[in-house]
């Protein structure tokens, strides 16, 4: 069999599996059925206060720009300086061309407005925390075919706080936690905060996203892995499955954006439903 022929055959058969997990998804029950199942009813998703999104005409081709890391923190950059910002200021993750196509561009979706001194956002921005979540449930909706929220409260009395996103890939539940600063701003309370998240709602996958290329075995892991312990002493072993995707129990995954968040999902999604 040729090269192009293979390909053609992991493309279609890559397609025939969307397919697949879309009609299973509609007739498995829905998320809100599995977490009724866990004693959990959604009492607020989705905010839009604090998320950064065009038109509906235009957010097709900027969920495709947001599968670069240089635009993801092009836009970071953007947001710390909203109220009036110029070239100079968002060319450090770019080169200046690149930055400059990227300023046309969010100038083009109505996302900025270009001024006499340089350029501003169109509404007030606090982070870009929501835009993130929002990137990582549609990249679940539209690469795996999975049904998902994003900016999920519960009304919980004791662990509280936001599940970032849940999806549903047939009757199995995955939670997402994502962050958009870099490990050296992750603290110890975040992942407590995390873990003790998964084991109140108990998905079948949980997931760890932190939204850089650094290394994640340098602080992020050993703080799961301490925290792991101090819980349970038999506490399994955290084991690499990529080059910065890691695992515990073939249920808790800790992984960082290195090379495409889409692959490193996808990996994620592979070690799970092949054990």
Not at 186 to 205: C, N, Q, T
Not at 257 to 266: F, L, P
Request: net charge neutral.
């Amino acid at each position: 069999m040729s090269e192009d022929n293979t390909f053609d055959e992991v493309a279609y058969l890559k397609k025939e599996v969307k397919r697949l997990r879309e009609s299973l998804n509609v007739l498995t029950p829905g998320i809100d059925i599995l977490l009724k199942r866990r004693g959990f009813q959604i009492f607020k998703k989705e905010p839009s206060e604090d998320l950064l999104l065009p038109e509906e005409e235009f957010q097709d081709d900027y969920y495709r720009m947001l599968h670069k890391y240089s635009f993801r923190l092009f836009l970071r950059d953007v947001i710390k300086h909203q109220e009036c910002f110029t070239l100079e200021k968002v060319t450090k993750y770019a080169t200046a061309p690149v930055s400059q196509e990227y300023l046309d561009y969010i100038v083009s979706a109505g996302l900025a407005v270009k001024q006499v001194t340089g350029y501003n956002l169109n509404k007030h921005m606090k982070s870009f925390g929501e835009t993130l979540e929002w990137y990582t449930a549609e990249i679940f909706k539209r690469e795996f075919g999975a049904e998902a929220v994003w900016g999920v409260k519960f009304k919980r009395p004791n662990i509280g706080g936001d599940y970032d996103v849940i999806a549903k890939f047939d009757g199995s539940l995955l939670y997402a936690e994502v962050k958009s600063s870099p490990p050296k701003q992750i603290y110890d309370k975040e992942i407590s905060a995390f873990l003790d998240r998964v084991s109140d709602l108990s998905p079948e996958i949980s997931v760890f996203l932190v939204d850089t290329e650094l290394r994640m075995k340098d602080k992020i892991v050993p703080m799961f892995d301490n925290e792991l312990k101090r819980r349970s002493a038999g506490a399994g072993e955290i084991t690499r499955i990529g080059r910065e995707l890691f695992q515990t129990m073939n249920r808790i995954y800790i992984i960082n954006s290195k090379d495409n968040i889409v692959r490193n999902i996808e990996t994620v999604l592979n070690w799970y439903f092949r054990r």
